[in-house]
């Protein structure tokens, strides 16, 4: 028998709380039952976003949400600016070169953080840039970008601050009202550990300007829509159209969990994570792909050793062992894998994870020190649990 363990950055492990709230009954999304639900997420996503702006709900993937802010920001012909770092960063700008609008694009190698004071330097020179969009938490290579600078950097400017936050909502930390960033878009996979299908975004004022005088064309994906959906006077809230009602459940149920920890313990288990997955890869001599530094709270990413295969090590981590890792994409497919740690994981994923990886490793004839990444990984959550 075969125990899995689904090691990726998404789709992540689904606490049991959460399958048990999905298998109940289902609900009619237009009744005061299903209203009273909705209204009780929308305020708890508030509070996971950190931020007083309406957080607004579709049935799609995490690019869907991304798409959303594309065409109710801008119109045909805006100019636009996109800070990419892999290949999460790039879509921002594959969607704004599909929607037609003028798009520079400031493009960093895979596995560095995007540089806020470029962003900054570029808003100086093209005051009529309408938004800037970034990736927070760059799943591909498992850089977390600093928000709080670009937030800085972008302030002032006429310019819109978006982030893809889709990894990072819920493990690496973002304060969306204090630190100014307009639009955040999460994903429903990742650290609010519900199965995919769900996107969220949340909306300042100034992007609610913006959205107001928008041309590109929508129609399921248009915010004005949506707002009015969360206004309804009678059921309310509700959504402009068919709700994924089974995932809204399960996601009360993940946010009630996210509550009960609190956002600061929350954010803090993540570190540990992060601190004792890299110190375990680097006990095993392998290399980091992504920065040793304390953002980098959503995912490991790392080089596969001279010698090996990637696809042969993760096919005998997965099938042998039980544990499922990610390989690498764009131009790191097959050069790195990476393990994922955000949403419901602690120190036995780790544990599990490292063992796997040692035996792996040993099994393909890469020299491993047998125990030497449990034992780094063990110091790193006995300081953290004593």
């Not at 040692?358 to 780094?376: F, M, N, R, S, Y």
Request: aromatic share 8%.
């Amino acid at each position: 028998m075969i125990k899995k363990f689904l090691m990726t950055p998404g789709p992540t492990q689904i606490p049991p709380q959460v399958l048990l709230a999905m298998a109940r009954p289902i609900i009619h999304h237009r009744t005061a039952e299903y209203s009273e639900l909705f209204a009780r997420v929308n305020d708890n996503l508030k509070y996971v976003f950190q931020t007083k702006n309406e957080v607004l709900s579709f049935a799609s993937s995490g690019t869907g949400g991304m798409e959303s802010a594309v065409v109710n920001l801008c119109s045909p012909g805006d100019r636009v600016l996109v800070a990419a770092a892999g290949k999460f960063g790039e879509r921002w700008r594959d969607l704004a070169q599909a929607y037609g609008l003028g798009c520079e694009c400031l493009e960093y190698e895979y596995g560095q953080p995007v540089d806020p004071a470029g962003i900054g330097r570029s808003l100086d020179a093209d005051p009529g840039i309408r938004a800037v969009f970034v990736t927070h938490s760059e799943t591909s290579t498992g850089v977390v970008n600093d928000m709080q600078a670009i937030g800085a950097a972008v302030a002032g400017h006429p310019a819109v601050l978006v982030s893809d936050s889709i990894s990072g909502m819920g493990s690496a930390e973002i304060r969306t009202d204090e630190w100014s960033v307009d639009v955040v878009v999460a994903g429903s996979q990742k650290a609010l550990m519900i199965p995919p299908g769900m996107a969220f975004v949340s909306v300042s004022e100034k992007a609610w300007a913006l959205a107001e005088r928008s041309k590109s064309p929508k129609f399921y994906f248009d915010w004005l829509k949506a707002r009015k959906g969360l206004s309804q006077p009678q059921p309310q809230p509700t959504t402009a159209f068919t709700p994924a009602v089974s995932l809204v459940v399960g996601l009360d149920a993940a946010l009630s969990l996210i509550r009960e920890e609190g956002l600061e313990n929350l954010f803090a288990r993540h570190i540990v994570l992060g601190r004792a997955c890299r110190a375990a890869v680097k006990a095993l001599g392998l290399e980091l792909f992504s920065p040793d530094g304390d953002r980098s709270s959503s995912v490991t990413a790392v080089r596969v050793p001279e010698g090996i295969e990637d696809g042969r090590l993760r096919t005998l981590m997965r099938d042998k062992f039980g544990v499922q890792l990610a390989g690498g994409q764009g131009p790191v497919k097959g050069r790195i894998f990476r393990i994922g740690h955000c949403g419901y994981y602690n120190y036995t994923d780790i544990i599990v994870t490292i063992t796997a990886l040692e035996l792996a490793l040993k099994e393909l004839g890469h020299p491993v020190e047998p125990g030497a990444g449990i034992a780094a990984a063990e110091k790193i959550f006995a300081g953290s649990l004593a």
